[in-house]
């Protein structure tokens, strides 16, 4: 089993910037993929960036120059900065968590709330 915790939401005007953090704990695979989803209200689920134990990223077109996934594998912790942010980046922000042994699911946090006004 592997526990996130995530933190970081609120509300903020366009323009400005966020950091999410999500820490995760429990049996952790060394070879592993982290990363955040976000789903506004009305819409499915989303990718918006993820990162591999060894520093891979990829991200959402729609972020890409304004967010910057990262992480600490000594603690855990992986990062999203959110800069330039614009009223439809208003979501609820999940991290998750998954790893290459078989059989792994994908591994939830309790999602955050990221409101830009205009």
């Known amino acids: 089993q592997v526990q996130l915790v995530e933190s970081g939401g609120g509300l903020v005007q366009a323009g400005g910037s966020l950091r999410l953090s999500c820490a995760a704990s429990g049996s952790i695979f060394s070879s592993n993929v982290m990363g955040w989803y976000r789903q506004a209200p009305g819409k499915q689920r989303e990718l918006v960036a993820h990162i591999g134990s060894g520093g891979s990223t990829n991200y959402a077109d729609s972020v890409k120059g304004r967010f910057t996934i990262s992480r600490d594998n000594a603690k855990n912790t992986m990062y999203l900065q959110m800069n330039s942010l614009k009223p439809e980046d208003t979501a609820v922000y999940y991290c998750?968590?998954?790893?290459?042994?078989?059989?792994?699911?994908?591994?939830w946090s309790q999602g955050t709330q990221v409101t830009v006004s205009s």
């Open positions: 998750y968590y998954t790893d290459y042994r078989p059989s792994t699911p994908y591994y």
